[in-house]
Structure formats: C-alpha cells, structure tokens
C-alpha cells in the first residue's frame, strides 16, 4: 500500500482534467469549478445543505422554559445528559473535519467537508441556545461537562474520539478508512436514542422548541451521513485493494460496537422510566438502524430487522415535509423562510 498524501494547498502542476480526480492521494489543483465534478452526487448534496441554512435562535424556547421545570426527574435527567453528550460529540466534529479534509483530493468533497464543519458548529451553538434558556450558569456548566465525569458517557466518546486521535498519529490509509467510518456511526447511528427521546417529548406535548432545534439538527445530520457514506462507496471503487475481508470485518465490527454503545446509552439514560419509550424499543430500533447503516455501504446486515419499529421517529424527524432519509428518497425542495414561518 502506498503512502496516504496529505493534499498541497498550492499545486501548479495539480491535474486539470475532471477524469484524475481521485477521493485520496490525487494530484489536485484545489480549484473548486462547480461545472466539473467527478461526483456527480455533490451536486445535489451541496444544494441540499445550503438550503437547510438555519439559525438556533429564530426558533422560540419560551414554552421550553416553563415546561423545564415541570418534566419528571427522568425526563430532565434524559434532558441534561443527552444535550451533555450531542454537545460534546458535534463540537470534537468541528475540529475533526479538517483533519480528514487535509487527506481528501477530491474538491468538490472539500466543499462538502467546509459546509459540514459549518454546520457541526451551529448545532453546537443550538445546545448553547437551549441550555442558556433554560438553565441557570451553573446548571449549564455541569450539563456540558457532564461528559468528564460520567463514566458511561466518557467510554462511549472515547470510542469515537481514540479513532479520530489514531488517525492524527497515524495517518495510513486503513485509519483514515475507519475515521471515516467512526464519522458514519456518528451521525447514523450515535444520536439517535436522543432524536427518539426528544421527538417522543413533543408527541407528549413536552418541549416542542427544543424538538424543532433536534428536528433541524437530525435534517444536518442525514446530510452528514449520506456524505461518507458516498465517500466510502468511492473509495471502494476507486482504493478496492483496501477492502479485504478482513477490513470490511472490522467496519462491521466498529458499527456492531457503536450499535452497542447506543443501546447501553439508551437504555442508561431513558430506560423504562418515561411514558412512550422504553429499552425495548431502544434496542429495536437501533439494531433497526445499524442493518440500514451496513446495507447503505455494501456490508451484510447482522441483526435482520426489516420494519422500523419506531415510524413515529421518521415523521416527527421530517422537518415541515421535507424528506430527510436520503437512503430511501430524494429531498423535496426546502425554503427556509417558509419552514419556520410554517413550524412556528
């Protein structure tokens, strides 16, 4: 296996012609010519994120406010630490983009990256949002850096986070293959107990704010996750000789243990203590997830689990209409104006 080359910022004799364009180690100019993608499927994508621009603070918390402070001590306690863990997660996403994006040659998926570590940053400013409405400062400061000090929450960061960390030490081909992998977890797998927990809220007529912040969050969030996972369907076309058996077994085994993580959250901080959810659901639901996951990037499914089993979490996710599950449609148009006009 040859060398993982890091992308010069500056290449005169970079490649001009549309066909070299590789995903890694390509001689790229860095030019971004929106008329001459390889991947044709940025297109689409690009004008799908720019059209879900939106801004935490236009959407009203002032019910959440009231509402607080009368959810049951297991609600709040789901609350809190769920926020504590979506905070934590899409902040290191942030800071992580870059790293990947030094290695990919593809500027169209650059651009993707760039509109990606934009809105991972607007998510967080989102959970800023919340807890500023609806927590005093100390509150808020122990909600954020609940992460260091609840030893659940810490081991299932570490597994995203010690991946993104081997990749800064090591960055090989096989390591940036299972960071991109850790980002596919992430957003497809890793949130969605705390989605279900807060769309089954606004089902209950509890914090319907803080669900529209998540709603338009989750929106992002399928982006995110039909971006790699075009960014491995490439690489396996284009790298297959990285693809043994062996390989594709551990990106098996990377999305079972992130299924796994999931669950054990789940049911750790919603359990079988709020009306409308409980573990059983959780765990059906995730596994439900993790075959669709290994399915969207050519991987045998492992847990067989065919019908959704929480429909109600795809309606409340789809943000005024617009279809969020790039797996299974394409987008509808989206207006910004329009969708929060409508949904406030």
Not at 246 to 253: V, Y
Request: one cysteine or more.
């Amino acid at each position: 296996m040859s060398t993982l080359n890091r992308r010069p910022l500056f290449n005169e004799q970079g490649d001009t012609e549309t066909a070299k364009k590789r995903m890694i180690n390509g001689n790229t100019t860095n030019l971004n010519d929106f008329n001459n993608m390889k991947y044709t499927w940025v297109s689409d994508w690009y004008r799908q994120a720019m059209n879900n621009f939106w801004i935490p603070e236009e959407i009203n918390l002032a019910g959440d406010l009231k509402q607080y402070q009368t959810l049951s001590d297991s609600e709040r306690t789901a609350y809190d630490k769920i926020l504590s863990f979506l905070i934590f997660l899409d902040s290191i996403q942030t800071a992580n983009l870059g790293n990947i994006s030094n290695y990919i040659t593809a500027s169209e998926v650059n651009l993707c990256l760039t509109i990606q570590a934009y809105q991972e940053a607007i998510h967080s400013q989102s959970y800023s949002y919340m807890l500023d409405t609806i927590c005093s400062p100390e509150k808020r400061n122990e909600i954020l850096y609940q992460w260091k000090d609840d030893p659940i929450l810490l081991n299932r960061n570490k597994f995203i986070g010690d991946q993104y960390n081997k990749f800064l030490d090591e960055p090989t081909h096989k390591n940036l293959l299972r960071t991109i992998m850790a980002n596919y977890i992430l957003e497809g797998i890793y949130f969605y107990s705390g989605f279900m927990f807060f769309y089954n809220l606004e089902r209950n007529g509890k914090m319907s704010g803080s669900s529209q912040e998540i709603r338009y969050i989750n929106r992002d969030e399928n982006t995110h996750l039909w971006l790699f996972r075009n960014i491995i369907n490439e690489l396996k076309i284009e790298e297959p000789e990285l693809f043994t058996d062996k390989l594709k077994n551990e990106l098996t085994e990377m999305l079972k243990t992130g299924v796994e993580n999931e669950i054990e959250w789940g049911k750790y901080v919603i359990g079988n203590n709020i009306q409308g959810i409980n573990e059983k659901l959780i765990d059906q639901y995730i596994k439900y997830l993790g075959d669709l996951r290994l399915k969207g990037i050519g991987l045998d499914p492992v847990y067989n689990i065919d019908t959704n089993p929480a429909p109600w979490v795809d309606h409340l996710s789809n943000a005024n209409s617009v279809k969020t599950d790039f797996f299974e449609a394409k987008s509808t148009a989206y207006a910004k104006a329009a969708v929060l006009v409508d949904d406030l």
